[in-house]
């Protein structure tokens, strides 16, 4: 038997397409209140819609051990995607508390129930450092680097995989970038097409690196249903551009041209700081953060080196993903 945490979350879902279109036994868990109509619109897209209803879903609330190792009961692979994203610095202890403790629990139970393989997503995130310019797997692992609650709780969190891999876990870690797909964030790729469509050709001054979900999924269930890779972390990206180079290959595929003007990196700043302040009143969560705008501002770059190599694995081109993507749009808006 499979489980997925993370059911209702963008990698969860789209990796519960996958193993359905394969008949594999699966377990979905999601909280007693969780939203499941993003993931049915995933299956949608993805001409699926036949297999929701084959989904076998789990309450459980991961923060609670005994749950989740009763709910692991003959459970022989786990993946676990599932995390708390707050990106807005809203809740942030609450974040780091929940992210750490789920994980916590979930590699107790594995190793408790004798799981025979566990794949974890973790992110890029937790790449602090990087080995001249580029962001490797074998970069210093210094939580210290980085003042945001994202990324101390997905690296506390990923320690905790480490602790379980030390106790006998058979685990894989996966980075992935930027992934690129149908996500539950979609309002901001929608916003960036309107505003091109618009004429507004204004892009952040930083680089950033892109994985496709597709590939993600793909080597998630490669990674633990064919090899027998453990001990391990792979970073998964496909290519490192830069926000100019993004927005010029989304605007070729749209069809439309125009003249590109940088975004002043204290232009920018001011933006994501306005942004707190109207999400802080508003309640709502903010398009732009200060925080997003960082990290707009900054060269990212990460090698996927060590996958390719290890896996022989060609990942899809940034203008295929954006191009499907251009497609879920049309497809949603119609």
């Known amino acids: 038997m499979i489980a997925v945490t993370g059911s209702t979350g963008f990698v969860g879902s789209h990796l519960l397409v996958s193993l359905l279109k394969k008949d594999l036994p ?51 692979i786990v993946f676990h995607a599932a995390a708390q994203v707050e990106l807005n ?71 905790e995989v480490w602790r379980g891999i030390e106790e006998g876990l058979p685990a894989v870690i996966l980075n992935p970038s930027v992934i690129l797909g149908y996500s539950r964030k979609w309002h901001i790729f929608t916003s960036l097409v309107k505003q091109l469509q618009k004429g507004q050709f204004y892009y952040p001054m930083g680089s950033s690196s892109f994985v496709d979900i597709d590939d993600v999924v793909h080597l998630m269930m490669h990674m633990t249903l064919n090899t027998s890779i453990t001990n391990q972390r792979f970073i998964l990206t496909s290519e490192n551009v830069t926000y100019e180079e993004f927005y010029k290959i989304t605007c070729d595929v749209l069809g439309i ?44 770059k990460y090698s996927n080196e060590k996958i ?23 497809a949603i808006q119609h």
């Open 89 to 159: 610095g809203k809740s942030s202890k609450q974040m780091i508390k929940k992210n750490i403790k789920i994980t916590e629990n979930v590699v107790n139970a594995s190793l408790l129930q004798h799981v025979k393989r566990f794949c974890y997503v973790s992110s890029i995130a937790t790449i602090t450092n990087n080995i001249n310019g580029l962001g490797k797997e074998n970069s210093p692992f210094e939580i210290l680097t980085t003042d945001h609650p994202y990324t101390v709780s997905k690296c506390l969190a990923e320690l």
């Open 26 to 76: 699966v377990l979905a868990f999601k909280r007693e209140t969780s939203d499941i109509a993003y993931t049915q619109k995933v299956f949608e897209l993805q001409g699926c819609a036949h297999l929701f209803n084959k989904i076998k879903w789990v309450n459980c609330h991961l923060s609670n051990y005994s749950d989740v190792v009763e709910a692991f009961n003959d459970v022989d």
């Open 308 to 330: 390719v190599d290890t896996m022989q694995y060609t990942f899809l081109p940034l203008k295929y993903s954006i191009e499907k993507m251009l497609n879920y749009h049309k």
């Open 257 to 300: 041209s125009g003249n590109f003007k940088p975004i002043r990196a204290k232009k920018l700043m001011m933006l994501g700081y306005i942004g707190d302040i109207l999400s802080f009143f508003t309640k709502d969560e903010a398009l732009l953060s200060l925080h997003t705008a960082k990290t707009l501002n900054k060269e990212l």
